[in-house]
């Protein structure tokens, strides 16, 4: 929801009394349905994320922690770019080096909250605190909102959770019963409207939140306080996710050859394939240094292209699997990697790295 600065002319001043001793969370937001309010009288959209909106909207949330805000833009998710990406990625590099803050939670749309949450999970290496996206289904002013909730719950995470993770907070169902916290590199929207829309995918979530306590539901996390925060938040934009699909047009390929750019990550079928009559085009690809790399578009399971012939051939071409990396994690990683070197063979090698948990170790039963 892409909102629009406007003065509340019935404002009535609000006073909250922070208790003393409370850990410090900084909420930055950049758009979207949990950051906003509708103005029913005219049916304007305006931002609602000062402190005082928060303990206004949320009371229990001066309980929690001492919050501290800033608007950063307020965009709808799907006009976020990786400009966009590197800009909240120095933000909140620099709140943590100057602010102290027991966490950061950021305030985002949901449509593309998953890209976001993997580009900051490479951008912001080894944090020493949580960093948690926080989106809302419906808005704050309906009945049926997810937003109070999450934001409690990404509050408290922020403030007391023992990792120091890129999570995701989201209902972990329909009813008012849990939040889960999922890894930023492995996190999915799979539901237009629901607001258990986010789901781990080939892994358990990190952490939820039930009965106002937060309980770890793995030991494969990075604990809080442990880390000393890299900050590497460039991305180069001309990488391509491409699907395949019965009658893919190969062309496409070389045209982004001619387009000068670096990579393209393949959404396969099965396993990791794409029909025969595409490869002379990834061969091009390959043979003009661009890095091809192969994801699933299926959503569990991991790729293996030694299996059939399609994936062993595809292989000799050069083409990199990326076992059970989601596509759009692998996209994001690529972007990243190109903004790091622009050497391809370094390029592979940090595809092909487990950063920031984007492999499963072990695929759940």
Not at 151 to 159: E, K, Q, S, T, W
Not at 316 to 327: A, F, Q, Y
């Amino acid at each position: 929801m892409e909102v629009e600065e406007k003065p509340n002319q019935n404002h009535v001043e609000f006073k909250v009394e922070e208790k003393e001793g409370l850990p410090e969370v900084y909420i930055l937001g950049t758009g979207g349905t949990i950051a906003s309010r509708v103005e029913y009288r005219t049916g304007a959209v305006y931002p609602s994320l000062t402190t005082e909106d928060l303990y206004r909207s949320i009371p229990e949330l001066s309980n929690l922690a001492k919050i501290k805000t800033k608007v950063l833009f307020n965009i709808f998710s799907e006009n976020m770019t990786p400009k966009h990406w590197s800009e909240i990625a120095k933000t909140t590099a620099k709140i943590l080096e100057e602010e102290k803050v027991n966490g950061v939670i950021i305030a985002h749309g949901t449509d593309t909250m998953g890209y976001t949450a993997s580009a900051l999970s490479f951008a912001l290496q080894n944090p020493p605190t949580p960093i948690i996206l926080v989106g809302s289904q419906r808005s704050s002013d309906r009945p049926s909102s997810d937003a109070a909730l999450n934001l409690i719950g990404a509050v408290r995470a922020a403030a007391y959770a023992p990792f120091a993770e890129v999570t995701v907070a989201m209902h972990e169902w329909v009813a008012d019963e849990a939040i889960v916290f999922h890894r930023g590199t492995k996190v999915r929207k799979c539901h237009t409207s629901r607001r258990d829309a986010f789901q781990s995918i080939n892994t358990k979530p990190i952490a939820k939140m039930v009965e106002n306590k937060i309980v770890m539901l793995t030991e494969d996390y990075r604990r809080r306080g442990e880390g000393e925060l890299t900050l590497k938040p460039d991305f180069d934009e001309r990488v391509a996710l491409l699907k395949f699909y019965p009658g893919f047009n190969p062309q496409i390929v070389e045209w982004l050859i001619e387009q000068k750019y670096l990579g393209i990550v393949f959404e396969g079928t099965g396993l990791g394939h794409v029909g025969k009559y595409c490869f002379d085009s990834i061969k091009k690809a390959v043979d003009s240094g661009l890095v091809v790399a192969m994801t699933s578009q299926c959503i569990w399971g991991s790729i293996r292209m030694t299996v059939y012939d399609t994936g062993r051939d595809l292989l000799s071409l050069g083409v990199i699997p990326l076992k059970d990396m989601l596509p759009e994690t692998a996209l994001v990683k690529m972007m990243w990697s190109f903004g790091q070197t622009k050497n391809p063979e370094k390029v592979k090698e940090l595809m092909l790295k487990n950063i920031a948990g984007e492999y499963s170790e072990r695929l759940p039963l």
